[in-house]
């Protein structure tokens, strides 16, 4: 045997020998476990019933978060600060990172498995460069508005290893635009459960109560934001000029710092309009509500899904739907006048009729074993890499390597 042939044959020895040596003696230690690209508050808030389960199970997992995530999950620690600035209110959702910070995550993360969600030129980038390193993809879809082609989260059909949806209206949608039925895992939405559970420990009386709303009729307004946000929720305001004895209260998205929506109800002259407190949750003012209005907001699903009265007020030059929507099992307006006209008749649910789904649909323990799949899937060649892993020490490799060889 040459020299050359020899020191090969030496090497991949060291290499395989650690690799059964260290699958013995650290099993657990060895799944390095997957790395969260999150962006959105959606996807992760929807995702962090999937966190729980892998503390619970004593599994490694890590957070790469941007923008309004960041802020949820920075103080958790799992969350991998690197240094990367996105801020969560100027950063235009396309914009990608700069080709050095993009080479300083890959240097400092080496994980066994990506699940990214689907919403932003920063997740698509990662996936795509973690993908041509060999790690498998797998992405999270947490909106029900079935993907159209001309979004962004399209990128990932052709990127993911699996793509997770929260209902068949989306799963229908991706493998329409190209995903083969092998790769689409239907999930369910953990946001949901925890909403549902939430409610079911409410006392509806005791928060209207806290929250000061005695008689009067309550809408709740949920917040968002984009492009055509601002001319949507102006909207809103011009079409409660005639209300009378309703209380509205919105509810800031988190990526708002409320600054549009007080212009413009400073400038408008709009009384009947105050801001719900960041102490009050989102799930508790919904529960008092009567009536929850909003753009595109994700709490419109979950609204419904407990049993609320559901409006969509959006533009007319809109393309967005929701599965809802379609099936007409909530209403939607596109003016002013057509907002003001349903206030006019709507009425409001007696107490007797709320119902709440009692069904727990176990999304994110579906989600957790999903993923399980691909953490047993991990290949055993990057097992040395320095990030999500403790080495063996090179004294026991060799000293191994040594008996065999004699």
């Given amino acids: 045997m040459s020299e050359i042939k020899h020191s090969k044959y030496i090497s991949q020895l060291v290499c395989d020998t650690a690799v059964l040596l260290y699958e013995h003696m650290h099993e657990k230690a060895l799944r390095r476990g997957p790395l969260f690209v999150l962006y959105d508050a959606g996807e992760t808030l929807a ?3 999937v966190f729980a389960f892998f503390r619970e199970n004593g599994l490694p997992f ?19 600060g690197l240094g990367i600035q996105v801020d969560r209110l100027s950063w235009p959702r396309e914009q ?12 400092h993360c080496h994980p066994t498995f990506l699940v990214s969600g689907m919403v932003s030129g920063i997740q698509r980038q990662l996936a795509e460069k973690f993908r041509a390193q060999g790690v498998p993809v797998v992405a999270y879809y947490d909106s029900f508005s079935p993907l159209k082609a001309n979004e962004l989260g399209v990128h990932f059909l052709d990127l993911a290893d699996q793509i997770l949806v929260p209902s068949e209206e989306v799963a229908e949608s991706v493998r329409r635009l190209g995903a083969e039925e092998e790769r689409v895992e239907l999930v369910g939405q953990p946001t949901l459960d925890g909403w ?4 079911q420990n409410m006392n509806r009386s005791e928060v209207r109560k806290n929250l000061g709303v005695l008689t009067e009729q309550l809408i709740l307004y949920a917040g968002g934001y984009g492009r055509d946000y601002e001319e949507a929720f102006e909207m809103f305001c011009l079409g409660l000029a005639n209300i009378q004895e309703i209380r509205v209260i919105v509810a800031l998205h988190p990526k708002s710092n409320g600054k549009i929506e007080k212009g413009i109800i400073d400038r408008l ?4 309009i105050e801001f719900l407190s960041r102490e009050v949750s989102t799930v508790e003012a919904v529960c008092a509500a009567d009536l929850i209005v909003t753009q595109r907001s994700s709490v419109g699903v979950q609204a419904h899904f407990i049993g609320r009265d559901v ?16 099936s007409k099992q909530v209403d939607r307006v596109l003016s002013a006048e057509a907002l003001d006209h349903y206030l006019f008749t709507w009425k409001p649910k007696n107490e007797s009729a709320y119902k709440i789904s009692r069904e727990t649909l176990g999304s994110a323990k579906k989600i957790y074993h999903c993923l399980q799949k691909w953490d047993k899937r991990r290949s055993s060649h990057n097992f040395l890499k320095k990030d999500f892993c403790v080495q063996p020490e090179p004294g026991i490799v060799l000293s191994i390597v040594s008996k065999k060889m004699k």
């Fill in 47 to 49: 995702l962090e019933p």
């Fill in 311 to 326: 409006l969509y007020v959006d533009l007319e030059k809109t393309h967005y739907s929701n599965s809802l929507i379609e």
């Fill in 96 to 107: 990608e990172l700069d080709s050095d910070q993009v080479e300083h995550l890959l240097t």
């Fill in 196 to 199: 549902l559970q939430s409610v």
């Fill in 269 to 272: 002259g709009i009384s009947c």
């Fill in 62 to 80: 890590r957070l790469l978060a941007f923008g309004t995530a960041e802020t949820l999950v920075k103080d958790y620690p799992e969350f991998l």
